[in-house]
């Protein structure tokens, strides 16, 4: 934070929808610096498929410095099917950085806001209102790039470290005990493939430990698959769950399609000093440049922005400010607004301009 309490936000907006549903986004922290004592200050940064396809590399040394230097780092989403990399891998700058800054805590909360439709019956007078923690620098993508394929088989190896996932657990606790002070559950479940796996029964171990230093925290364990079954019969059922990084990457997908769509859900990738918020969603190159491009999930990241520097920094009144995001997107919500994504006539512009009047 500079001296004059300015927050310094790095900006990526990245490739296809990213920029569309960064304008919003950054238009909504306009209005609370306005409306707020908070400042910011805002520095964009090149990053993703287009960088690459420029300059031959996913973001310039400038954009891993300034995300480095600044508050916190803000990314609209990268990466476009029809750029690769000589090996046919896909242009990933956000991964890149959740293991160049050790983003191990990747946060995906999914929230069912009143009058967005969703597909599990009763889940309009049940609420969902649960939290995915993946973790996000190892488990199978410790692997990425360095699998062996020969012409009669392929490898990839899953890492499980006592490092990573005791530091995992410890955040994972402590978000469950927030929630708790905030009047939600303040339960949390592990999930894994203990039963069949030594690196999950490890996983698992690690999570009884740190459970037994978190008493006021309900502690659960599921498998996968019966996790997966549940969370659609019975999502309202939990609260925050953390699991390995190919696990959160499927099951945060899924609870993702629980409340709406891929345009509802924000999320964080968080380390010990810095974080980086963005919409669950890619790129989405089949609705790119029409205006179609839900940024609700773009703003709710800002929101998340906002507590994680109050928490982190103790940011005075950034909580606040982030819940007033989301109270002025679920008033949004409430008074019919009904993205293209799900079947509705209200693209990015409409979206936005609700939110900020809201706001
Ligand atoms: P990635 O591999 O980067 O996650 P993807 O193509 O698998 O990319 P998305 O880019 O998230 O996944 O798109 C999946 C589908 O969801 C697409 O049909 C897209 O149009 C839709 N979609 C994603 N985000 C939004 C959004 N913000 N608003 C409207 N539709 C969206």
């Known amino acids: 934070m500079s001296a004059n309490n300015t927050l310094h936000i790095a900006v990526l907006g990245g490739d296809g929808i990213g920029p569309e549903v960064m304008a919003p986004a950054l238009e909504v922290l306009r209005k609370i610096e306005a409306t707020t004592e908070l400042k910011f200050r805002f520095t964009d940064a090149p990053a993703g498929a287009n960088n690459y396809r420029e300059t031959g590399k996913s973001m310039p040394e400038s954009t891993v ?15 476009l099917p029809s750029v690769r990399y000589p090996d046919n891998t896909e242009i990933m700058p956000q991964v890149e950085l959740r293991f160049h800054f050790d983003l191990y805590a990747g ?26 923690i993946r973790e996000s620098t190892e488990g199978l993508f410790a692997s990425m790039g360095k699998g062996v394929v020969t012409d009669s088989e392929a490898r990839e190896t899953l890492v499980i470290t006592r490092k990573t996932s005791e530091r995992l657990f410890e955040f994972s606790f402590r978000l469950a005990e927030r929630r708790k002070a905030r009047g939600k559950p303040g339960q949390l479940t592990c999930v894994d493939k203990a039963n069949v796996f030594k690196a999950f029964a490890f996983f698992r171990e690690m999570f009884d430990e740190a459970a037994k230093r978190h008493p006021e925290v309900k502690a659960d364990r599921l498998y996968v698959d019966a996790c997966s079954a549940l969370l659609v019969k019975r999502p309202w059922d939990f609260d925050v769950m953390v699991m390995e990084n190919m696990f959160g990457d499927i099951l945060s997908d899924m609870t993702a399609g629980l409340i709406g769509g891929m345009g509802m859900a924000p999320s964080a990738d968080i380390g010990d000093r810095h974080a980086v918020f963005q919409p669950c969603h ?13 940024p609700t999930a773009m703003i709710l990241s800002t929101a ?14 950034a909580a606040e400010a982030g819940e007033r ?20 006539s209200n693209g990015t512009a409409d979206i936005a301009k609700a939110v900020i009047e809201a706001l």
């Open 65 to 79: 410095r300034l995300c480095d230097e600044a508050d916190a780092i803000l990314l609209g989403a990268c990466g």
């Open 107 to 132: 946060v995906r909360p999914a929230r069912l806001i009143p009058g967005v439709p969703s597909p599990i019956v009763g889940a309009d007078a049940r609420g969902i209102d649960l939290i995915v």
């Open 282 to 294: 890619g790129t989405a190159p089949d609705i790119m440049g029409q205006g179609k491009a839900n």
């Open 304 to 317: 998340m922005m906002l507590d994680w520097l109050a928490d982190k920094h103790g940011i005075e009144g």
């Open 325 to 344: 995001i989301e109270r002025a997107v679920d008033k949004v919500y409430a008074d019919g607004i009904k993205p293209m994504e799900f079947g509705g």
